[in-house]
C-alpha cells in the first residue's frame, strides 16, 4: 500500500529588512543561498526576536549584517509573505521591509560569522540597470524593481515617503 505523503505546514515567522539607497539610487543588496530557493539577492534583514517590533528588528539586523550602527530604517516600503526553509523548518515568512539612504560604502567590521550563519555569499551595490537585467539572478522580493522605481520619482527626489505596499504573498519561482 502506498502512502500518501503531507506537506509538512509551515511554521509561521515574523521578519523585517532594510532597503539600503545611495545617492545615485543604488540599493545595497546581499546574496544569499537557501536550499528551496536558491541563491537570490535581498536586503539585510531576518526574523524577529521575541518581543521586537519590525522596525526594531529590522534596525537590529542591519546593524549585524552590515556592521553599520548609524542607518536608521525610515518608513515602510512593503510588506510581504513567502515560503522557505529556515535551518531546516519549513516557514512561512511574512516580512516589513523599510526603506532608508546611506552612503555607498561595504559592510563594516567582522561580520563573517552572522554571514556564514546566515548563508549569506557576498553583497554589492545594484544600480537600477542591474536591477532591470532580465538576466541577473533572483530578487527578493521579486518586484524589488518595481517598488524602487517608485520610490526614486518620489521620496529620494522631494522627500515624499513611499506609501507602502502589501505585496501579499508570492510563491516561490522554483
Excluded at 503531507?6 to 545617492?23: C, F, G, H, I
Excluded at 521620496?155 to 505596499?165: L, N, S, Y
Amino acid at each position: 500500500m502506498r502512502r500518501l505523503l503531507r506537506p509538512r505546514k509551515r511554521v509561521p515567522r515574523q521578519a523585517a529588512r532594510t532597503v539600503v539607497l545611495d545617492q545615485n539610487g543604488s540599493v545595497f543588496l546581499l546574496r544569499s543561498d537557501n536550499d528551496e530557493v536558491g541563491v537570490h539577492w535581498t536586503m539585510p534583514g531576518g526574523g524577529l526576536e521575541p518581543g521586537e517590533t519590525p522596525q526594531l528588528g529590522a534596525r537590529r539586523e542591519l546593524w549585524e549584517e552590515t556592521g553599520w550602527t548609524d542607518l536608521e530604517p525610515g518608513p515602510l516600503l512593503c510588506t510581504w509573505e513567502h515560503d522557505f526553509t529556515w535551518h531546516g523548518t519549513p516557514v512561512r515568512q511574512h516580512e516589513h521591509i523599510y526603506l532608508t539612504s546611506g552612503p555607498h560604502r561595504g559592510p563594516v567590521g567582522d561580520v563573517s560569522a552572522v554571514h556564514a550563519e546566515d548563508r549569506i555569499l557576498d553583497w554589492r551595490w545594484w544600480t537600477p540597470a542591474d536591477l532591470a537585467d532580465q538576466n541577473a539572478d533572483a530578487l527578493w522580493p521579486p518586484r524589488l524593481p518595481e517598488l524602487l522605481d517608485a520610490v526614486r520619482t518620489g521620496w529620494a527626489i522631494d522627500g515624499r515617503p513611499p506609501v507602502p505596499v502589501d505585496l501579499g504573498y508570492i510563491p516561490n519561482a522554483r
